[in-house]
């Protein structure tokens, strides 16, 4: 069975940002944050009163980011606004990945505009104007129009998260969401990567697609939001 061990994915955005995705983010010594417009996501070091200071100092006022985990000591600062729990799941590498059913397109920062307009309609808010700089996408589309997309966010040494997976809600039922994960998929085994992703805990219809694909849950992680106060 595939593993994601504990020592990397409890706290998956530090080592990210650490190591494969130095080149996106904002440091402080103990905290550290993906830039505004790449995505909204920020880590510590360790929960400190001082490492949360450090990223206050790394946010604008009024901006929310998402940290792992929840047992975050109090700061006037900042302020509490959400919290998300999610599955990390991973597929298992006996899984055989299925070849494609449509014509899959790569993606780069030039069709930028249309990924955050289609990921709009899905999960507003996460995906941002340079998001696509975190790894490779791949869409499909209907004429001119993207109306499925899936590509890559957090990378860990031998591990590459599948995010960003959505399709138009006009074109849903097709299968199209199942073949970019084939796409993703192959993609990581060629390049000797473990496939591993994070899905809502409330997204049942998610969950079972994943599921029926051979993907396998791990643990539950919690989310939590994080505001600058003005």
């Not at 880590?43 to 990223?55: E, I, R, T």
């Not at 796409?183 to 992703?197: D, I, T």
Request: aromatic residues 8%; negative net charge; proline residues 5%.
């Amino acid at each position: 069975m595939t593993d994601l061990p504990k020592s990397l994915f409890s706290n998956p955005v530090w080592h990210a940002l650490q190591t494969m995705h130095r080149g996106l983010a904002a440091f402080a010594e103990d905290a550290c944050r993906y830039r505004a417009d790449i995505a909204p996501f920020a880590a510590l070091a360790a929960p400190s009163v001082v490492a949360l200071q450090q990223m206050h100092s790394l946010l604008s006022p009024g901006e929310s980011v998402w940290l792992f985990g929840e047992d975050y000591p109090h700061i006037p600062e900042l302020s509490v606004t959400g919290t998300l729990e999610c599955f990390q799941m991973v597929l298992a590498e006996e899984v055989t990945p299925v070849d494609p059913k449509m014509e899959i397109v790569q993606l780069s920062d030039a069709n930028a505009g249309e990924m955050v307009a289609l990921t709009a309609l899905t999960f507003p808010g996460f995906f941002r104007n340079r998001t696509c700089e975190m790894g490779s996408y791949h869409g499909v589309r209907f004429g001119s129009e993207l109306i499925a997309m899936g590509g890559e966010r957090l990378m860990l040494d031998g591990y590459a998260e599948i995010s960003g997976v959505c399709t138009h809600p006009s074109h849903r039922g097709q299968g199209l969401a199942t073949s970019l994960i084939w796409q993703l998929v192959r993609n990581h085994r060629r390049s000797g990567l473990v496939s591993w992703l994070h899905v809502s805990c409330a997204n049942d219809q998610a969950i079972e697609l994943y599921l029926r694909m051979g993907f396998k849950v791990i643990r539950k992680v919690t989310l939590t939001q994080t505001r600058r106060n003005e």
